[in-house]
Every structure is written in structure tokens, then in C-alpha cells.
């Protein structure tokens, strides 16, 4: 047995295989590229290295693709037929990663917060839970495991930093904002290579309306998030979004082109970035051109592999497939969803309450009886949080609910859902936008008109 820099026993002792296992850890915790060639490192230094190999499976896991999970299988398999070879805390890790292999996500989150109560050190836990968290929605969780090993920790301790970042964005995710800015900006001042902490700083910016200050944030430490980091697609679309809001649109499309709908690589989060655009820009009446289309064939291509998978994943491959009218591939999916939701797993809950309802609503919307897209909206948006992601991304949904009753003349729901948002983002041109044309639909020329004055002087 050797210990990492954090104090957790390996069942090896090779010591270069724990310093290869640190170097991926830190690049797990970063986000940056490169990872991959850590593990490779380590695994070929000791290819009986289990630990190495769950971590191999935990990266895996957090990716959220069903391409990756024959992989992360064949690594249960394997290390179960080691398992005496294994310390109490690696069988932990184990557990997580059999819940997670078979769709019981919930409890794989479980049994990586139970690592933490007895190895509140072990970073590749919290990092493993933090994301388990996240994609299905557990807002407690996503900021209290941070919190409770936080006192345990110190600035000398390394990954530190990148603690901050997952407290931060927990607490951004609950609403404690002016105190998630405090710690996302103390995590970048420690790691300014943190990507996820920069995300964190970003979020906060975006819930507080504060659209020229995220700009300039992602702008003035472009460097330290964009260049080889795994999350800078997901980070330029915040960007993009800052720029929506203040109706520049073809700085949105720019971003689009240039940095987010690129060919490669290709994995699914830049798909669902690219489709979180479009559909912001399409509710703003924006001419995208033939992107709808480019978008829908390669989400095409993925839903053989990834189609009913995971419901988060789903919705944006719903809008792409909705938007480039593939209704014959919208239907493959939509019974793909039916058959996970027989499942009694984490997966299979989120397709049954949120999917099914989700894909009649967007192929109501999609065929114009938006009155019924509407309704089914009333009833499962308040379910929406359990399929993950976070406040910013499903909004997608909430703009999908006010468009929704826009385009199909539906005033008084308009007007409704246009109250509820700018009740709730007082300062957002955009929210003033939708309200403006919520009272047109009203015959409220007045209303309209004030709104639309609203957005402008919030706009210059
Ligand atoms: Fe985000």
C-alpha cells in the first residue's frame, strides 16, 4: 500500500503509478485535456492496477454517454474478480461504479458520498459525486458533500482550489450566489487553470443578470478556460448566452461556428450545447440558416447508441430532431425513451416522468398544436429538475414553455410565464422581450410598449 498526496492508500507499490495517478487526478479535477493519456500512462505502467482502472470507469461514468458503458462494464467485471486485491475504501469505489453500470445512478452517488464520510481526502469521490449530483439534479447534495468535508481541507492541501470550485458551484445551483461569486473567484485566484470554477463564477454572472461583467470574465481569462480544457464548449456557450441576452445575435452565431458546433471531437455535451443555442435563437425568431439541419443529421448519428439513454441528453437530441422535422428519427428515439422507462433504475424514472411528456410536447410544438405543448409543459416542468443539468441549461425548457404559448397565440399563459420571469430576472432584457410580446398578444399596445422600453434601457 502507498499513499497519494492526499493521504489515500492504493493497493500498489509502485510509486510512480500513484504519481501518474495524482497527475490524472489533477486533470480530472481541471477539466483539461489530457487526461485520457494520464490513464493510459498508469494503466500501462501497471495494467493490475484496479484503483487506476475505477478511476478509468469513474471518468467514464461522468461523461453521460451509453457509448462509454460497455467500457465501464467490462472494468466492474474486471476489478470485481479482484476484489480481495482491493482496500475497503476501492470497494466503495467499486459499488459506485456497479450502481452506476446498471443505470442506478442515485445509488452510485451513494456510495461515493459513503467513501467521503470515512476519506473526506478522497478527491476523486467528491469529484465522482459532485457530478452524480449534478446530473440528476440533486441541488442538496451538489453543495452540502462539499461542505462537509470542506473544513477538512486547507490551501496546502492539493486540489484545494478545485474544491472551492465544486462548493461554489453548489452553492450557485441553491441560490446563495453573492457567496458562490466569493468562492468561485477564490478557486480561479488559487488554480487559474480550474475550469469548473471559472463555470461556477460564469453561472452566478448569468442568474444575477450580470451579462457585460460574464463577457468580460470569460473574456480577460480566455486563456486559462479555453485552451485545452474539456469544458471550454460548455463555457463558450455561457458566453454565447450572455450575448443573446443582449440581442447580439450574430455574436451568438459567431460563437456557434467558431467554437461550439465544431466536428471534433465529437461527444454529446457539444451537441446539446449547440442545440441550447439555436433553440434560444430560434425563440428569438433568429435566422439560423441550414444549422438546424447540419445539427439534426449528427444528432442522427447518435441516437442509435444514445438514444434513450439519459433524459437530459434526450431533450436537446428531441429539439435538433424537431427543428430538422426528422420525425421518422424522432419516433425512433421517442421508443427508445419507452423502453428505458420500463427500466426500474435512475435512468428508466427520468425517461417515464420526464421524456415521454417532454417528447409530446416538442413534437405538439413541432406540429404547431401548441396549445397542447403548453399543457403538457404545466405539468412536467416542475419535475424537469430531476433529469440534471443545471438552472441555466434548463431554462431551455422554460423558454420552450413561454414560446410555446407565444407562437401559438396564447396570451394569458404568455402572460403568465412572462411575469413569473421577470419577477425572477428583474434585469434580463430578454425576460422583458417575452413580455413584451405576451402583452401584444393581449392587445395591450401600452404594456408592450413599456416592456419593450424596458429591454432596450437595459440594453444600452
Ligand atoms: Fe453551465
Redesign the pocket.
Known amino acids: 500500500m502507498l499513499k497519494t498526496h492526499h493521504g489515500i492508500e492504493l493497493s500498489t507499490s509502485n510509486a510512480n503509478v500513484v504519481a501518474l495517478y495524482e497527475q490524472a487526478l489533477n486533470h480530472i479535477h481541471r477539466y483539461e485535456a489530457g487526461t485520457g493519456a494520464k490513464i493510459k500512462a498508469m494503466l500501462t505502467e501497471q495494467p493490475d492496477f484496479w484503483a487506476g482502472h475505477l478511476l478509468f470507469g469513474t471518468v467514464l461514468a461522468t461523461a453521460t454517454e451509453a457509448r462509454f458503458m460497455p467500457k465501464i462494464r467490462k472494468i466492474v467485471d474486471q476489478v470485481s474478480q479482484a476484489q480481495d486485491k482491493l482496500n475497503d475504501r476501492e470497494r466503495g469505489h467499486l459499488s459506485a461504479l456497479s450502481a452506476f453500470s446498471q443505470g442506478q445512478w442515485r445509488e452510485a452517488g451513494f456510495h461515493w458520498g459513503k467513501i467521503l464520510t470515512d476519506h473526506p481526502h478522497d478527491s476523486l469521490a467528491l469529484h465522482a459525486a459532485h457530478q452524480i449530483d449534478f446530473i440528476t439534479g440533486d441541488d442538496y447534495n451538489l453543495w452540502s458533500r462539499a461542505a462537509r468535508v470542506l473544513p477538512l481541507w486547507n490551501e496546502d492541501i492539493p486540489n484545494y482550489a478545485n474544491l472551492l470550485g465544486m462548493y461554489a458551484f453548489g452553492l450557485e445551483e441553491t441560490n446563495f450566489f453573492s457567496k458562490a461569486e466569493d468562492i468561485g473567484r477564490r478557486c480561479c485566484e488559487l488554480d487559474p487553470r480550474d475550469a469548473w470554477g471559472h463555470?461556477a463564477v460564469g453561472?452566478v454572472l448569468e442568474m444575477e443578470c450580470r451579462f457585460e461583467e460574464g463577457i468580460n470574465w470569460y473574456e480577460s481569462r480566455r486563456s486559462e478556460w479555453a485552451d485545452d480544457s474539456e469544458l471550454s464548449v460548455?463555457n463558450w456557450w455561457?458566453l454565447a448566452l450572455y450575448y443573446v441576452e443582449r440581442e447580439d445575435f450574430a455574436g451568438a452565431i459567431a460563437l456557434f461556428d467558431e467554437q461550439i458546433s465544431l466536428e471534433e471531437p465529437d461527444y454529446v455535451l457539444r451537441l446539446m450545447d449547440a442545440t441550447a443555442l439555436l433553440w434560444r435563437l430560434h425563440l428569438r425568431s433568429v435566422d439560423c440558416g441550414d444549422r438546424w439541419q447540419k445539427l439534426a443529421d449528427r444528432w442522427v448519428g447518435k441516437i442509435a447508441v444514445e438514444g434513450g439513454f439519459y433524459a437530459f441528453n434526450d431533450f436537446h437530441a428531441m429539439l435538433a430532431l424537431m427543428m430538422g422535422e426528422r420525425w421518422s428519427d424522432f419516433k425512433q428515439l421517442r421508443d427508445q425513451i419507452k423502453t428505458q422507462a420500463q427500466q426500474p433504475t435512475t435512468l428508466g424514472v427520468m425517461a417515464r416522468d420526464i421524456s415521454i411528456p417532454l417528447a409530446s410536447a416538442v413534437e405538439a410544438y413541432g406540429k404547431n398544436r401548441c396549445e397542447e405543448a403548453v399543457s403538457i409543459l404545466d405539468q412536467v416542468k416542475p419535475l424537469v429538475y430531476r433529469f440534471g443539468g443545471?438552472e441555466?441549461?434548463r431554462d431551455a425548457v422554460d423558454q420552450f414553455h413561454i414560446g410555446a404559448a407565444i407562437k401559438g397565440g396564447l396570451g394569458r399563459a404568455a402572460l403568465a410565464l412572462a411575469h413569473e420571469r421577470t419577477l425572477k430576472k428583474e434585469e434580463s432584457p430578454l425576460a422583458w422581450r417575452f413580455a413584451g410580446e405576451a402583452y401584444k398578444l393581449m392587445g395591450d399596445e401600452v404594456s408592450a410598449d413599456n416592456a419593450n422600453t424596458k429591454a432596450i434601457r437595459l440594453l444600452s
Open positions: 463555470h453561472h460548455h455561457h443545471s441555466a441549461q
